[in-house]
């Protein structure tokens, strides 16, 4: 299996060099070159299987011959033996026709840990290999820097490096990547917001002096490898409500377009997914251009659903490339206008085709409070802010017998103040995480400056 640049100018790259580059060097996004299928029986074979063997099968054709099945099947197993739920994914009913899908129960209670454990494990496995060192660079609006530092501490060939924008992630989050004791891992608060983060990251993957004396690697939702961990869950959960047989829709909680991405590659491999519903905070710019073609940046609010509060959504250029017909030149040019004038608009035969896949839908603050309240008070389900945007517009979408499966992406106590202003009452973390408050914390403050940050990575990584 060969990986290829949505921009067409990158070195062609096998999975184990994909994986470990992150960003091409064209400034684009590595995607497969072609995308394996299964047939009906195929994905019906898989009912009744652990999550563990369904992420084999699903996940072993792209991986190419980076691993043996015997090697991939331990890493596979290593990556999820940390969660806290047997079934790793459960399906939870919230209406007759609507579920909801718990990505919570990893290390760091967010979807994020699904794909962050795994490339931990496989990160693990190809140093080892090599002996190579890497120092890994990553920007996050919370939960993916915390699941990083969970699936990197402690890892002998690797220094992990998260930039978050200061005063701007919840308690526990901060407190997750704070935290931890190892020496390997490094926690910078930036003077800025997430995008000024992912735009330092981004520079600095451009800037190939750093890049290549720190052996610089991605683990931000561009990289290819996470956004394949995240197939196997549209799998398990479609499969249980009886795919192959009958269709199935998703709706998404979306920032980056990670998530919702990985559930594109499931129907592009067989699933059948009636409609893939992208859902918004108020920062919307999926939800306009998908209902206007017009893709233009509107600058970021904070909202109670941070870890979705993005300006721009790096893995949407995943999405353009197929319905641009992998004309990396293009994209390209899309990308050079957003650059230069802040914004594109989608030709009428590419939205036509993204109509044929995504809906779209955008909540806001309010209505995210009113569904995590009336959600508690029907079910019982305590739902996080960012699981509330999923349900309050999936509610919207579902339609006919086509059961629809929200995405719960985070845990409610990584943010219980929003949780407490709706329910009334404060989600207490999980027993195992319990004295999270009560440890000390470790971090650097930096400007929001590029040569800065650069300068603070090279003093402290150990070489
Ligand atoms: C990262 C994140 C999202 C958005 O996922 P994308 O893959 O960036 O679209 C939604 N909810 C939570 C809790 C997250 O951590």
Redesign the pocket.
């Known amino acids: 299996m060969r990986y290829v640049s949505t921009r067409g100018k990158a070195p062609v790259l096998s999975f184990e060099e994909a994986m470990l580059t992150g960003l091409a060097r064209d400034g684009g996004l590595y995607v497969p070159e072609t995308i394996p299928t299964l047939s009906a029986d195929q994905i019906a074979a898989l009912a009744g299987q652990s999550y563990e063997e369904v992420a084999f099968t699903i996940m072993r054709p792209f991986i190419g011959d980076a691993f043996t099945d015997e090697e991939f099947r331990a890493i596979i197993a290593r990556a999820y033996e940390g969660f806290g739920h047997a079934a790793r994914a459960p399906l939870v009913q919230l209406g007759a026709n609507h579920f909801l899908l718990e990505l919570f129960h990893g290390p760091t209670l ?3 840990d699904f794909a962050m454990q795994l490339i931990g494990q496989l990160f693990q496995a190809a140093l080892e290999r090599s002996g190579d060192r890497v120092t890994i660079v990553g920007a996050t ?4 820097g915390s699941a990083a530092i969970e699936a990197f501490r402690g890892l002998d060939n690797v220094d992990v490096f998260i930039l978050f924008p200061h005063g701007r992630v919840s308690e526990v989050q901060r407190r997750q990547m704070t935290t931890p004791i190892e020496s390997n891992v490094h926690a910078l608060a930036v003077d800025g917001d997430f995008d000024d983060c992912q735009a330092a990251v981004k520079d600095m993957f451009n800037d190939f002096d750093f890049r290549d004396s720190v052996g610089l690697a991605g683990v931000n ?1 561009i990289n290819w490898a996470r956004v394949l961990a995240q197939v196997v869950y549209y799998f398990t959960s479609a499969v249980s409500l009886g795919a192959p047989h009958r269709k199935v829709s998703f709706t ?9 991405f990985a559930g594109y590659i499931a129907r592009r491999m067989g699933l059948p997914i009636d409609q893939l519903v992208v859902a918004t905070n108020q920062n919307d710019i999926l939800h306009r251009a998908l209902s206007t073609g017009g893709y233009v940046k509107d600058g970021v609010t904070p909202s109670i ?1 941070p ?2 509060d ?1 300006q721009v ?1 790096s ?1 949407f250029e995943r999405a353009l490339f197929d319905v641009y017909d992998r004309d990396g030149n293009a994209v390209a040019q899309l990308m050079e206008e957003l650059k230069s004038q802040g914004g594109f608009q989608i030709s009428q035969g590419a939205m036509q085709k993204l109509g044929e896949t995504f809906a779209s839908g955008r909540a806001s603050e309010e209505e995210t409070t009113a569904t995590i309240r009336a959600t508690f008070a029907t079910t019982g389900e305590v739902l ?1 802010p ?2 509330a945007v999923g349900v309050k517009v999936a509610e919207e979408q579902i339609s006919g017998a086509t059961p629809m499966i929200t995405l719960a ?2 845990h409610p106590a ?1 943010f219980p103040d929003a949780v407490e202003a709706a329910t009334g009452e404060r989600p207490p973390l999980p027993k195992r995480m319990a004295d999270l408050y009560e440890r000390s914390e470790r971090l650097s403050r930096v400007a929001n400056d590029l040569s800065a940050i650069e300068a603070l990575i090279k003093e402290r990584r150990s070489v």
């Not at 609006?141 to 993916?144: A, F």
């Not at 998404?252 to 919702?260: C, H, K, L």
């Open positions: 967010a979807f994020k609006s919370g939960d993916t939702s998404v909680p979306t920032g980056n377009f990670g998530d919702i659903s870890s979705m993005i959504s893995n996080c960012h699981s992406t985070a990584k």
